[in-house]
C-alpha cells in the first residue's frame, strides 16, 4: 500500500512537470506564429501553477518516503515557507530599488525645477531616465498630467508605492498650494530619503546573523532526519509510520517551528528598534 501510494504520487509529479512543459512549448509556439495567448479555445492552467503543483506534489511524494504521513504533509508546507521567504526577500529588495530610484527623482526634480524648468516638466524629464519598478508609475503620472488632471490627482499613483512616495507626493502638493522653494525642499526631501534607504541597509546587515542562525537551526534538524531516514533502509522510516514516530516527529517539527517563529520575532524587533 505504501509503494503504491509512492508510485503513485511520484507519478502524479512527473505529469504535472509534462503538462507545465508542454504547456509552455504551446506558449512560445502561438507567440512565434503571432497568435493572441488571450482567447483560448481550451482554458489551460498557467503555468506557474502547474509547476507549484509539481513541486508539491513531488516534495509529498519524498516526504512519505523518508518520514511517512508527517513527512507526506510537512514537506509541502516547508516548500510553501521558502517560496514565500524568496518573495518576501524580492519584495524587500525591490522596496529599496523604488526608495533609492525616488531619491533620484527627487535630486532630479530639483535640478529640473531649478533650471526653471515647471514641475509638469521636470515630471516628463525625469520620468524619462527613471528605471522599473519606479518607471511605469511615473509614466502613468506623466499620462494622468497630459490629459489635464490636477497634479494633486495625478501623483495618486505614486502614492501608493512607499512611505517616501507619499513624503515626495506631499511635498508636491504643499509646493502647489502653497509656494516655496521647491528645489531646496526636494534636495532635503531627497537626503531624508537616502537615510532612511541607508539606516535599513545598516539594520539588516546587523541582524543578519540573527537571520542565519534561524535558518541553520530550522533546517539542519530536519535535513538531518531526512539523511537518517534516507540512508538508514526502511527501518527508520517504518519507525516514522508507526503511531509513536509519528507523534515524536510531529513534537520535533512543532519545536523547531516554536524556535524559528522565536528567533524571527526577536530579529524584526531588533531592525523596528533600529
Given at each position: 500500500m505504501?509503494?503504491?501510494?509512492?508510485?503513485?504520487?511520484?507519478?502524479?509529479?512527473?505529469?504535472?512537470?509534462?503538462?507545465?512543459?508542454?504547456?509552455?512549448?504551446?506558449?512560445?509556439?502561438?507567440?512565434?506564429?503571432g497568435a493572441s495567448?488571450?482567447?483560448r479555445l481550451r482554458r489551460a492552467v498557467p503555468e506557474r501553477q502547474v509547476r507549484l503543483a509539481a513541486a508539491f506534489a513531488g516534495a509529498s511524494a519524498l516526504g512519505w518516503?523518508?518520514?511517512?504521513?508527517?513527512?507526506?504533509?510537512?514537506?509541502?508546507?516547508?516548500?510553501g515557507l521558502v517560496l514565500r521567504a524568496r518573495r518576501e526577500r524580492r519584495s524587500v529588495e525591490e522596496r529599496d530599488r523604488f526608495d533609492e530610484q525616488l531619491r533620484d527623482v527627487a535630486v532630479g526634480l530639483a535640478a529640473s525645477t531649478r533650471a526653471g524648468l515647471s514641475l509638469r516638466r521636470?515630471?516628463?524629464?525625469?520620468?524619462?531616465?527613471?528605471?522599473?519598478?519606479?518607471?511605469?508609475?511615473?509614466?502613468?503620472?506623466?499620462?494622468?498630467?497630459?490629459?489635464?488632471?490636477p497634479i494633486a490627482d495625478a501623483l495618486a499613483p505614486l502614492v501608493q508605492g512607499s512611505p517616501d512616495a507619499r513624503l515626495l507626493t506631499a511635498v508636491l502638493e504643499m509646493?502647489?498650494?502653497?509656494?516655496?522653494?521647491?528645489?531646496?525642499?526636494?534636495e532635503e526631501l531627497a537626503g531624508t530619503i537616502g537615510r532612511r534607504v541607508e539606516a535599513r541597509h545598516q539594520a539588516r546587515a546587523l541582524t543578519?546573523?540573527?537571520?542565519?542562525?534561524?535558518?541553520?537551526?530550522?533546517?539542519?534538524?530536519i535535513a538531518f532526519v531526512g539523511l537518517l531516514s534516507g540512508t538508514s533502509g526502511s527501518a527508520l522510516g517504518a519507525f516514522y509510520r508507526t503511531?509513536?514516530?509519528?507523534?515524536?516527529?510531529?513534537?520535533?517539527l512543532a519545536l523547531e517551528a516554536v524556535g524559528y517563529l522565536w528567533l524571527r520575532r526577536i530579529v524584526r524587533g531588533s531592525e523596528a528598534r533600529a
Open positions: 505504501i509503494a503504491w501510494a509512492y508510485g503513485g504520487t511520484a507519478a502524479a509529479a512527473l505529469l504535472l512537470a509534462a503538462a507545465a512543459a508542454g504547456h509552455r512549448e504551446r506558449e512560445v509556439v502561438r507567440r512565434r506564429v495567448t488571450e482567447p518516503h523518508l518520514a511517512g504521513p508527517v513527512g507526506a504533509a510537512a514537506a509541502p508546507a516547508g516548500v521636470a515630471l516628463r524629464e525625469v520620468t524619462l531616465e527613471a528605471r522599473p519598478p519606479l518607471r511605469p508609475i511615473l509614466e502613468r503620472v506623466v499620462r494622468r498630467l497630459e490629459v489635464g488632471e509646493h502647489q498650494r502653497t509656494g516655496g522653494d521647491l528645489p531646496v525642499m526636494l543578519a546573523q540573527g537571520r542565519a542562525s534561524g535558518a541553520v537551526l530550522a533546517v539542519l534538524p503511531t509513536l514516530g509519528s507523534l515524536l516527529l510531529l513534537s520535533g
